[in-house]
């Protein structure tokens, strides 16, 4: 199996269980790398620009709680 075309059809043919347990295995996978991503991001300095501006807005009161944007609606 080299293409993804080949992997979807496979997956077709999987029963429902097995392709459970695949959806589960791929959401860990997926967040693995996402927290892969965050640490080099981090590490490389990415993040600098965004995590002092949260520290500003923290240090101004510059904040709100988030039950607070979700009910502003």
């Not at 997956?11 to 996402?34: F, G, H, S, V």
């Not at 990415?46 to 101004?60: M, N, V």
């Amino acid at each position: 199996m080299n293409t993804l075309k080949e992997i979807e059809a496979a997956i077709k043919k999987l029963p429902e269980d097995d392709a459970r347990q695949l959806a589960a295995w791929l959401r860990a996978y997926l967040n693995d790398m996402w927290d892969e991503q965050i640490k080099t991001d981090l590490i490389s300095g990415k993040l600098d620009k965004l995590i002092a501006k949260a520290e500003a807005d923290i240090a101004a009161n510059r904040i709100k709680d988030l039950d607070e944007i979700l009910n502003d609606d």
